[in-house]
DNA sequence: CATGAAAAAGTTCACCA
DNA sequence: TGGTGAACTTTTTCATG
């Protein structure tokens, strides 16, 4: 189990932030010397706590002004059409997050399109069009708080 | 409306993979000149599509084994105790997503905590204590597929 | 007016006290 | 652990198509 102290912590809320600030800057933001700082981050790295660094997006900028979260049910015993669902999942790039999940639904999708004809367009050209699944409800996204 | 083109979209995929790439790697992957390549960056940025960049964690290394889907309804009414809720939201670091939804639900919050126990806590001494919060039904995150 | 090359400013990262 | 500096990267400037 990696260690992660209150410098890793101040370290990883700053990064959060900006992923890009430099490591002089980063160790006058956590209060401690530019070398410690930079092993720290290796370490966070190295260890696996740091997984990677990425751009966040603006979706709307982008033309993407719709969400939802879509709650599927799957076919039971379509153990054949799983392998493909789950490939397909991480494929369609309008599919930003999918959970397994308990309750009602089997999987709970976070789902961006252009516009609701988008995502018509997502919801027969593609969901129901999976042999996996046998039914699905939408909630749109009204507003996104966080 | 920013122009996005082709080249804008493959600079925005090779980000999306690894934020942290040097330009002159990330010219070369795009097939641009370095100084195009920085300027397209640049205009990303200023036009808002690229809203920054940001660290990913690996929440099982940290110690944070357990995830939840949460639908949360608020009371009619609340008017004077919707501000906190919302600056509740932000505040609270075990709530990694919040949207205001149509449906049953008002709000479906992604949730991540270290174990049953800490959800435990989140719902008694958090959720369930803040005024605006009428009721909740949590759906657990059994596997993450994206 | 956009592009690329190249100089100037700043940053990263290995090494040593 | 903290400081130093060579190698590298970013960002500005300038000449060219």
Redesign the interface.
């Known amino acids: 189990?990696?260690e992660?102290d209150r410098i890793d912590l101040k370290i990883?809320q700053a990064?959060?932030?900006?992923?890009?600030i430099s490591n002089a800057e980063l160790a006058e933001t956590v209060g401690t010397s530019v070398s410690s700082c930079w092993r720290r981050v290796r370490a966070l790295e190295d260890?696996?706590?740091?997984?990677?660094?990425?751009?966040?997006?603006?979706d709307k900028?982008?033309?993407m002004g719709f969400?939802a979260?879509v709650h599927v049910q799957l076919r039971r015993h379509a153990h054949d059409d799983f392998a493909p669902f789950?490939k397909a999942?991480?494929l369609q790039d309008e599919?930003?997050?999918?959970?397994?999940?308990?309750?009602q639904?089997d999987?709970?999708l976070?789902v961006v399109c252009a516009d609701i004809d988008g995502f018509n367009r997502f919801l027969d050209e593609f969901l129901f069009r999976m042999p996996a699944v046998a039914s699905a409800?939408t909630?749109?996204?009204?507003?996104?708080?966080?």
Request: charged share 15%; glycine share 8%; aromatic share 6%.
């Open positions: 189990m990696p992660v990883i990064l959060k932030r900006n992923a890009r260890s696996g706590v740091i997984a990677g660094y990425t751009v966040q997006l603006d900028q982008m033309g969400q979260i789950v999942m991480h599919i930003r997050a999918c959970w397994a999940t308990t309750g639904a999987y709970h976070h409800q909630n749109l996204i009204l507003r996104t708080l966080k």
